[in-house]
């Protein structure tokens, strides 16, 4: 099993940045890939971005210019960076690892909200 561990959302205002962090513990070998996922209010959990193991990463539309995903291997840790933020951001945010391309897990959760 793989444990996630989010922190870093809160209250801000449009305009503003937030960092994202997700930890994983457990057992990390052959996690392939982390990412953020994000559900807003009354809407279904969507992808925000993603990154391999290389490092090559992918975004949605929405947030592309405005977020930035990286990742620590050695401390099997992600970041999320949002600049810019928009109300339409506001969402709960979700840590996912992928383990063999195959096996999700999932963060608790972490609430951002943008207000205008």
């Known amino acids: 099993q793989v444990q996630l561990v989010e922190s870093g959302g809160g209250l801000i205002q449009a305009g503003g940045s937030l960092r994202l962090s997700c930890a994983a513990s457990g057992s990390t070998s052959g996690i392939n890939a982390m990412g953020w996922y994000r559900q807003p209010p009354g809407k279904q959990r969507e992808l925000v971005a993603r990154i391999s193991n290389g490092g090559s990463t992918h975004y949605a539309d929405s947030v592309k210019g405005r977020f930035t995903i990286s990742r620590d291997n050695a401390k099997n840790t992600v970041y999320l960076q949002m600049n810019s933020l928009r109300p339409e951001d506001t969402a709960v945010y979700f840590c996912?690892?992928?383990?063999?391309?195959?096996?999700?897990?999932w963060g608790q959760g972490t609430q951002v909200t943008v207000s205008s």
């Open positions: 996912n690892a992928q383990r063999y391309f195959t096996y999700d897990y």
